[in-house]
């Protein structure tokens, strides 16, 4: 299963501008296929990020919320779905 970076106070996963296989870009949602590249990852962010381990379907949903839209943060809500909003401040992802 993929790993995705969450942040334990906002409920935010990480995002940001990639590219395809067919070299083309998007913005999706970072994840890594071990827990140890994940890990690795989180090493150099502040320490209320943590790793999660996400089903195969569910990162595709959070990329859907997405929309390829750089102005929108995908949130995890308290229940466990995710939401995506606008961001306060489009050009930090």
Known sequence: MPYVLRNRMTGEIRSSMMTNMYDL???GT????????AE???ADMPAE???LEVAEERL???N????????LR???APD?????REASNPEAP
Do not use: C, D, I, S
């Not at 466990?80 to 995506?84: L, S």
């Open 30 to 37: 970072n994840f890594w296929e071990t827990r140890e590249e």
């Open 60 to 62: 595709k949903l959070f």
């Open 80 to 84: 466990g779905q995710p939401e995506a």
């Open 25 to 27: 870009p998007y913005y």
């Open 40 to 42: 690795r990852e989180l």
């Open 74 to 76: 995908l949130h995890l």
């Open 64 to 71: 859907v919320k997405l929309r390829n839209n750089p102005r």
């Open 49 to 51: 990020w943590e790793v």
